[in-house]
């Protein structure tokens, strides 16, 4: 548990900081490693993975269309290029506890590859396999696409994350979600009140859980996720 709390209070900080298709495989070297890795072109969709390893390409396409997706559905614009790199260690700026980071200046997704990934053992208190490195992938698309919504220049930390956490599990199979609220159980949080930096920092796992929740609810949705973007809820102290 520890290691999962680390692990996404530091992603926090470092953002303060289908299937694939067979077009041509290119070759560009990754970050963190002296593996090769290939591109691909994600099949109808603006993204382009580079990873050493052809399935963790699938799924880190099927991962950014389950994103791309959702998003789309609540009228977010998914029309910008996305990339992606798999790689055996991120870069410094997210430290050595992140699974995965979205490099605002770059405009690009770095994340673990799998067999890097499953050496955390858990995550959400539930064991890593596939299903949820692609929730990781969603998760991790979701700050990429976000971030080119967002109508305000400096959205908080809990804003970002709030739609990040949202996108990821509602894209997530039903029984891999109900394993994942059951580890945290509550009702959701009652209103932007209580979602602020040091909420997410104390327990960013069950920010993430008790967010989707607070999402559910018949008065939030889609609605609050543009009030997000358009910096009407979630701001640090004062709107802009």
């Known amino acids: ?7 996404a209070a530091v992603h926090a900080l470092a953002h303060v900081l289908t299937a694939a298709s067979s077009l041509g495989w290119g070759t ?52 910008n290029d996305i990339s992606i ?31 890097e990934f499953k050496k955390f053992k858990t995550w959400f208190n539930v064991p890593i396999d596939v299903s949820l490195y692609r929730s990781l992938v969603a998760h991790e698309v979701a700050h990429a696409l976000s971030a080119c919504n967002f109508k305000i220049g400096t959205p908080s930390i809990q804003a970002k994350e709030y739609i990040a956490y949202v996108t990821m599990l509602a894209t997530m199979a039903p029984m891999q979600r109900e394993r994942v609220l059951s580890q945290f159980p509550g009702q959701g949080f009652e209103g932007d009140w209580q979602m602020n930096t040091t909420t997410y920092l104390l327990d960013p796992m069950r920010f993430g859980v008790e967010a989707y929740r607070h999402f559910l609810k018949p008065a939030n949705g889609r609605d609050y996720l543009h009030a997000i973007l358009a910096g009407k809820v979630m701001f640090e102290s004062a709107p802009p």
Not at 95 to 112: D, K, M, P, Q
């Open 28 to 79: 560009a070297l990754a970050d963190g490693g002296s593996a090769r890795a290939r591109e691909v072109r994600c099949d109808a969709q603006n993204v382009l993975v580079r990873s050493p390893t052809p399935a963790d390409a699938k799924v880190a396409c099927e991962g950014a269309r389950d994103a791309i997706g959702f998003l789309a559905a609540q009228r977010f614009d998914v029309v």
């Open 85 to 115: 790199d798999l790689v055996p260690k991120l870069p410094d700026v997210a430290r050595t506890t992140t699974a995965g980071c979205y490099l605002e200046s770059e405009r690009r997704v770095v994340i673990l590859s799998f067999s």
């Open 1 to 7: 548990m520890r290691v999962a709390i680390l692990s």
